[in-house]
């Protein structure tokens, strides 16, 4: 009997995140429609709409002409009915945004962190004085009304319970930074690496809304990725997958997977396709570097990708996408 409650309250929780994710992303709609586009019968459909208008989530904003009978309700996501707060800690500034329940921009606040960025505790003080700042701009009081706050920062994030921050960039090493803002912040909280939000951004509302591959690359200080596979975030054992920017590369070795790839790139784009260098092979450089063209070909002295992104954008021959 057990199993069997449980199984029904998981059905109930799939169809209401179906119909709410159907309403958010394809806009106003029909009970009809919305059972044409989830698949759901139209019992299934007019159950969970009327628990969705019931909790406030879901509200009427008009009416259509049907085939036959009384007119058709047209449902909408209640943007009122919550707000979100996403929060950038970057190497430069450290940015707030206050958002409606459709992702509307309601209030937004910026502050440079050039001097304390090296001190989580004084980070966390300052987000959770920008929260109430740009709550109390956007006229929202009430804290049931906030149903998160989601904050991207630098570095590995460990998806343990206080969700350890490691960011040799800004300093931070082992950092409890969840901890510091749950001290701070009565809302539940969100943390996680910036790009990897940015990509799930990408995935969801963004350039990537469709494909189920797609590659998100960062750079600033560092250089980041965030890597989406078969429609999911990859995140790899430790979630460090992506964090390229600080590796160290052997010339020998493992930075011919980078000479490869450039290679083939560079060959893939017309643009760049000139002479080869007809050269005697060289003990100390692999056939497939000294074949490059050669506004490709960079010396084994680079040691991070950062060196070599940096690289790449400096060679004035490479002409722009």
């Given at each position: 009997m057990a199993t069997t409650n449980l199984s029904s309250?998981?059905?109930?929780?799939?169809?209401?995140?179906?119909?709410?994710?159907?309403?958010?992303f394809g806009g106003e709609m029909?009970?009809?429609?919305?059972?044409?586009?989830?698949?759901?019968?139209?019992?299934?459909?007019?159950?969970?709409v009327a628990e969705l208008l019931n909790e406030g989530?879901?509200?009427?904003?008009?009416s259509?002409?049907?085939?036959?009978?009384?007119?058709?309700?047209?449902?909408?996501?209640?943007?009122?009915y919550g707000y979100l707060v996403g929060v950038d800690v970057g190497e430069q500034h450290l940015g707030l945004e206050l958002f409606d329940l459709t992702l509307a921009k309601v209030a937004t606040v910026q502050y440079p962190i050039l001097t304390h960025l090296a001190h989580p505790e004084r980070i966390a003080t300052q987000i959770a004085e920008g929260i109430a700042t740009v709550l109390t701009t956007a006229g929202v009081s009430q804290q049931e009304s906030v149903l998160g706050i989601g904050v991207g920062?630098?570095?590995?994030?460990?998806?343990?319970?206080?969700?350890?921050?490691?960011?040799?960039?800004?300093?931070?090493?082992?950092?409890?930074?969840?901890?510091?803002?749950?001290?701070?912040?009565?809302?539940?909280?969100?943390?996680?690496?910036?790009?990897?939000?940015?990509?799930?951004?990408?995935l969801l509302i963004g350039s990537g809304r469709g494909f189920r591959h797609i590659v998100v690359v960062l750079m600033g200080t560092g250089v980041g990725a965030g890597i989406v596979i078969n429609g999911a975030l990859y995140r790899g054992a430790s979630n460090s997958a992506g964090e390229w920017g600080h590796t160290a590369w052997k010339p020998?070795?493992?930075?011919?997977?980078?000479?490869?790839?450039?290679?083939?790139?560079?060959?893939?784009?017309?643009?760049?396709?000139?002479?080869?260098?007809?050269?005697?092979?060289?003990p100390w450089r692999p056939p497939y570097v000294q074949a490059m063209p050669t506004p490709c070909r960079f010396w084994?002295?680079?040691?991070?990708?950062?060196?070599?992104?940096?690289?790449?954008?400096?060679?004035?021959?490479?002409?722009s996408a």
């Open positions: 309250r998981d059905l109930r929780r799939t169809n209401r995140a179906t119909i709410l994710r159907t309403l958010y029909s009970r009809v429609d919305l059972s044409q586009q989830t698949r759901l019968s139209t019992a299934t459909v007019a159950n969970v989530s879901v509200i009427e904003v008009g259509e002409e049907s085939l036959g009978g009384r007119p058709r309700a047209i449902l909408a996501i209640n943007p009122r920062v630098p570095g590995v994030v460990e998806m343990t319970t206080e969700s350890v921050v490691h960011a040799p960039s800004v300093g931070w090493n082992a950092v409890p930074f969840r901890r510091f803002l749950e001290e701070q912040i009565p809302y539940r909280i969100f943390l996680d690496n910036g790009v990897k939000a940015m990509t799930q951004a990408e020998m070795s493992v930075l011919r997977v980078f000479w490869i790839g450039f290679a083939r790139e560079c060959r893939r784009i017309q643009h760049w396709s000139v002479p080869m260098r007809k050269k005697p092979l060289s084994k002295k680079q040691r991070t990708i950062s060196e070599l992104v940096s690289r790449i954008s400096s060679t004035s021959s490479i002409p």
